[in-house]
């Protein structure tokens, strides 16, 4: 593969060991906070303390990317986090446990996260050939998928052996290894960022996003589908399928989704799409199967072939959804669109987990699984009604003169 022995080639190592340290620090944390504190009331802080400043700093991080040299981003992220993940190893290592040095580590790193998504969506394009973008994200997302499934079983066996804070230590190693890899990535040449204030660069970015009114209607679907899967999925699927078979059910369905995820990621680096936007949107409603198989049976056969099917749907639309908005947006503006377009997709993932218990609660959480199964597959498509996106007439546009 061309592509590995380019420069994308130190991006994709560097990055799938990014990956690897983020799927093992989700799992690493949790536990190491549990087995610190023996309270879920602790984790519940801890997880809360990271997650809202990344969604509170996402457009600034948007705008710092496009402003600055992404690589430089991504170097800095990279070792901002790993001195996080270091001073949260050392408090642990030396049983000094307090929730609020671990909650203020937990919102520094959540910090520094929100300025590393961006930049990691929008250098792609800088270090491929446009021809190159669906094979430069079918292969970054089989790192991912491959991370998803190795990380957390490396840091559940490290925090069963040694503890939670030397899982968080290897952490740390992961994210100075990725930086080493970032460094060898060659400079890009680009515009110097005009002397204004943030808050124009934002303005501008949001600009950017309104004008393309296929990426709002993507947007506004994207967050629709977390709104109808995230919440039903993650809250009602192991306590169906646990209910039929036990807690080894629902893991062996999410082992089947993962699979899934991967094989396709794989298929994807030589799959050909003629019309790669309205092609995904098709695959993308094969999610709402596995929701379904949850709300009409909840049989853990039944539930893992459906997410497997559904995992393959889900690998193609978010490639093709990366690689068109890669490919459309203009680079000096990627980043920003790329944060607005993550702000509002996400900011329904709480509203929906919230949502969920006491709905199921009130009509059932089987009966609640498949009107969520039946919306989702409605919502993927309905930008299709776009007749932009349905024939997929994507025209690059210009970015706003300063």
């Known amino acids: 593969m061309h592509l590995l022995t380019g420069r994308f080639g130190w991006f994709f190592v560097g990055r799938t060991v990014d990956l690897a340290g983020s799927s093992m620090t989700t799992v690493a944390l949790a536990l190491a906070v549990l087995q610190a504190s023996g309270g879920m ?43 996080v993940m270091a001073a949260m190893a050392v408090v642990l290592i030396t049983g000094s446990y307090d929730l609020v040095v671990i909650a203020c580590l937990a919102f520094a790193g959540g910090a520094v996260s929100a300025f590393s998504q961006p930049a990691l969506r929008g250098i792609v394009p800088e ?13 970054l997302s089989g790192s991912q ?50 002397h204004r204030p943030l808050w124009r660069d934002l303005a501008d970015g949001w600009a950017v996003f309104r004008s393309m009114r296929w990426v709002v209607v993507m947007t506004v679907s994207f967050a629709l589908v977390n709104a109808f899967s995230v919440g039903p999925w993650n809250v009602l699927g192991p306590q169906v399928v646990s209910g039929h078979d036990g807690a080894v059910g629902w893991g062996t ?7 899934g995820l991967l094989l396709m990621s794989v298929v994807a680096v030589r799959l050909v799409l003629r019309r790669p936007l309205r092609d995904g ?9 596995p929701l379904l198989a949850l709300g009409l049976s909840g049989e853990t056969w039944l ?13 193609v639309a978010a490639i093709t959804w990366e690689s068109t908005l890669q490919a459309a947006v203009p680079g000096e503006s990627l980043s920003r669109v790329a944060a607005y377009d993550d702000l509002l997709s996400y900011v329904t993932i709480p509203l929906s987990q919230l949502a969920v218990g006491p709905l199921a609660a009130s009509h059932g959480a089987k009966e609640v699984s498949v009107v969520c199964g039946i919306a989702f597959t409605v919502v993927c498509l309905l930008p299709l009604l776009n007749r932009d996106i349905r024939a997929d007439r994507i025209v690059p546009k210009q970015a706003p003169a300063a």
């Open 281 to 289: 949107r098709l695959w993308g409603a094969l999610g709402g199967l």
């Open 303 to 315: 539930v893992a072939a459906a997410a497997f099917v559904g995992g393959l749907g889900f690998t």
């Open 127 to 139: 270090l491929v050939e446009r021809r190159d973008l669906q094979r430069a994200n079918a292969l």
């Open 41 to 83: 009331t602790d984790l519940g802080v801890v997880l809360a303390a990271n997650l809202v400043p990344t969604l509170v700093l996402l457009l600034v991080g948007g705008a710092v990317a496009d402003r600055v040299s992404r690589r430089t981003v991504l170097i800095v992220t990279n070792l901002a986090t790993a001195v």
């Open 253 to 259: 369905v999410q082992t089947v989704r993962a699979a």
């Open 145 to 194: 998928n491959t991370a998803r499934i190795l990380g957390p079983v490396v840091a559940g066996v490290l925090v069963a052996t040694v503890g939670g804070g030397w899982a968080l230590a290897v952490d740390a190693a992961s994210y100075l290894l990725a930086a080493a890899a970032f460094t060898r990535i060659p400079g890009t040449t680009r515009a110097p960022a005009a």
